[in-house]
């Protein structure tokens, strides 16, 4: 079956410019991830959704990030005016909710800021 | 005190040798906990989760210590294959789903 879907699969922006990602879930997942992970490091967390909760944005780094998810599915990540620093592997990642059920991530977007 | 502790390693190991991994987690409400494994520069896939009893896939053992909190992955006959990122997963606590930093696996010929 289909699995979580991101794009652009990889990104090059230049410094300053606005960005936008994209995450396509698994039908019916009701909880939905965005993490980033830098070269060589661990999974850092950005932000949850879990149905029509207010989202958990304590990770974002910055007010320059946000996300949204649209009728409980698709969900969009925007990074305002790049730096450099924001170059890493965004991974998104969706899950049924429940609580034996494991997260299932998208191949990522490998986003670079020149 | 991180809510998901993981000895980053690496763990340098022989082909064949058997090899375990820890994970510690600080919130004793936690649901379920799982194994991810990640090769370099791919995303984390699901290696196993984790029952209270104990649970074995082929080589791979996941075992919980809930009066401990922590949880454990053996790996017997480790392969080259099986040079990776390991990471735990624990749900519960404020953010459900939270990931260890990752042990690192070398297995060598």
């Known amino acids: 079956g289909a699995g979580v879907s991101q794009s652009p699969s990889n990104k090059v922006t230049e410094k300053g410019k606005d960005v936008e990602l994209r995450c396509d879930p698994i039908s019916g997942h009701t909880a939905l991830y965005w993490y980033r992970q830098s070269l060589g490091q661990g999974l850092e967390f950005l932000i949850y959704?879990?149905?029509?909760?207010?989202?958990?944005k304590s990770g974002l780094p910055s007010d320059r990030f946000s996300a949204e998810r649209t009728g409980g599915s698709v969900s969009t990540l925007t990074i305002q005016r790049t730096q450099q620093e924001d170059s890493a592997v965004y991974l998104c990642?969706?899950?049924?909710?429940?609580?034996?059920?494991?997260?299932?991530f998208g191949n990522g977007t490998r986003l670079t800021v020149t | 005190r991180k809510e998901v502790e993981q000895d980053p390693g690496p763990f340098n190991v022989p082909e064949g040798a058997t090899v375990a991994f820890n994970c510690t987690y600080s919130?004793?409400?936690?649901?379920?906990f799982f194994w991810y494994r990640q090769d370099c520069r791919k995303e984390p896939k699901l290696l196993m989760s984790?029952?209270?009893s104990g649970n074995e896939d082929g080589r791979f053992t996941a075992q919980l210590n809930r009066a401990s909190q922590y949880i454990s992955l053996l790996i017997r006959d480790s392969k080259l294959s099986d040079s990776a990122t390991y990471l735990c997963?624990?749900?519960?606590?404020?953010?459900?789903?939270?990931f260890g930093s990752g042990t690192r696996l070398q297995v060598q010929p």
């Open positions: 984790v029952y209270s």
């Open positions: 990642a969706s899950t049924s909710g429940s609580y034996n059920s494991p997260l299932h």
């Open positions: 959704f879990q149905g029509n909760s207010a989202p958990d």
């Open positions: 919130n004793s409400a936690s649901q379920s």
């Open positions: 997963v624990v749900r519960g606590g404020r953010r459900a789903l939270t």
